[in-house]
């Protein structure tokens, strides 16, 4: 690791004048994604701002069908919590019971790794990210590969999740890491339905041509004459675009038959 | 910078520099070289620590994080001829062979067995390690262990 200076502010104020301050910031939440690019010297800022010390960022609360989750809230916290079960589940399957126990829901949307689970959730719920300088709408958060629409120096400070009639997350994880090859969130709110996907893209978006054929018939066989276009589609030594495609419409399918 | 850590019940102060990990001020700093570093890429367990009652890789954990907390090792749960259960179960089970991830083991162990509602299966335990690599036992026994530790703890 590069030499940095620690910072562990008490206030947002106080933690958003030194990121101003600082030559390169950057924030520090649980570090599970911070602290491995740190130390493979891929990222080397002057001042490292850790949130953990800024008050009211963590928990879990719920008010009317609105559940608010604090971004400093870690992901065994989510996992343990029956306030929304398919958050609960998705939380669960991240990574190992170590990086549950630090990694929150704040520094895992702020980074938008297309293999991330919780960007499924955030598109495919009705979800809207607080942050220091207001609130951003889940479907306009993930702008890019590893971007979002967090201007510079803003830190997501919440998440409010509606609460949907139903949802279902089904993920292909990687054998080793657990992160998403592909992830499919399904939801139904009324008469929509949702269908988050991550993994497959360079970040995470809505299938809208499987949400339409699901509206219509929401059954599992319904998602069979839909083409899931893998243009611009993720390829690794660990699928290929194609077979990535191929995981989203399997998924979606797993997802509701859950939901059947 | 300076901070303040209670480590398997003693308290100590300390100056370091910024960009300190904890697995280095248990090993480097304090001598406790029972904490091991595997892989130093978060994803073998071998550094694996209570903070604050919690199991965390403590390879990926800045001092700075770790101020003010308590902080239990593999040194802080037993001794030699006073062996805690998840220790002693392992020595029984022949749950180790080389030993190098058996710290990290240990300390996940507790944790999964200290928070669970009830009584563990082998599909939570094996699910429950699955941040903890082991490239010598094949897993069977470690497992086996946990399951008899669970019981006497
Ligand atoms: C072995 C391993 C396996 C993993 N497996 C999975 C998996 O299966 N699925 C998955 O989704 N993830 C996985 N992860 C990633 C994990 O979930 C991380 O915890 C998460 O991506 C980042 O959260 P963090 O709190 O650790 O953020 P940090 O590492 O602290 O920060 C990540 C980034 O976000 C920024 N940031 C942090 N907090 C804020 C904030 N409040 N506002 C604005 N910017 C902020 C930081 O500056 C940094 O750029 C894995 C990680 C490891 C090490
Ligand atoms: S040394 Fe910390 S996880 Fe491997
Ligand atoms: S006993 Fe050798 S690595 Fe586990």
């Known amino acids: 690791m590069y030499q940095f200076n620690y910072h562990k502010p008490s206030t947002l104020t106080e933690a958003t004048s030194r990121m101003v301050e600082a030559e390169e910031g950057a924030y520090l939440s649980g570090g599970m994604t911070l602290i491995p690019t740190l130390k493979q010297r891929l990222a080397a800022p002057s001042d490292v701002i850790d949130l953990s010390g800024l008050p009211g960022m963590s928990g879990i609360s719920i ?94 400070t919440s998440v409010d999740f509606r609460i949907p009639d139903a949802a279902a997350y089904e993920k292909f994880p990687n054998p080793a890491s657990r ?82 | 910078m300076e901070i303040k850590v209670k480590v398997n019940g003693t308290a100590h102060s300390l100056d370091v520099p910024d960009n300190t990990l904890l697995v280095d ?56 001829d006073d062996l805690h259960p998840m220790q002693a179960a392992f020595r029984e089970n022949h749950a180790l062979q080389c030993g190098f991830c058996t710290p990290g083991m240990i300390m996940s162990a507790i944790d999964m067995v200290q928070k669970s509602d009830g009584r563990l299966d082998e599909a939570a335990v094996r699910d429950g390690l699955e941040g903890n690599l082991c490239r010598c036992t094949g897993y069977h026994n470690i497992v086996k262990a946990v399951l008899a530790a669970q019981d006497r703890m």
Do not use: W
């Open chain 1, 179 to 260: 992160y998403a090859v592909v992830g499919v969130m399904v939801a139904r709110c009324g008469d929509a339905v949702c269908v988050g996907v991550t993994g497959a893209g360079p970040y995470a978006f809505r299938a809208t041509a499987l949400e339409e054929a699901l509206a219509a018939d929401f059954s599992p066989g319904a998602v069979d004459g839909v083409a899931v276009d893998s243009s611009d589609f993720n390829a690794d030594i660990h699928a290929s675009a194609e077979y990535r495609a191929h995981l989203v419409g399997v998924l979606t399918k797993r997802a509701v038959a859950r939901l059947g």
């Open chain 2, 25 to 80: 001020v248990l090993r480097e700093r304090l001598g406790l070289t029972g904490t091991h570093v595997g892989c130093d890429t978060s994803q073998c367990g071998a550094c694996v620590v209570h903070l604050d009652g919690t199991a965390v890789k403590s390879c990926t954990v800045l001092a700075g994080q770790a101020d003010g907390a308590e902080v239990t090792t593999i040194e802080g749960i037993g001794r030699p």
């Open chain 1, 63 to 156: 008010d009317g069908d609105i559940v608010s989750i604090g971004a400093m809230t870690r992901h065994a916290e989510v996992a343990a919590s029956d306030a929304i079960p398919a958050l609960a589940e998705l939380a669960g399957g991240i990574g190992d019971a170590h990086v549950r126990n630090r990694g929150t829901l704040g520094g895992s949307i702020a980074n938008s790794d297309p293999a991330a689970d919780y960007p499924a959730a955030i598109v495919a719920l009705d979800s809207t990210v607080r942050t220091s300088i207001g609130p951003i709408a889940g479907g306009d958060f993930f702008t890019g590969l590893f971007e979002t629409a967090l201007r510079e120096g803003e830190i997501v």
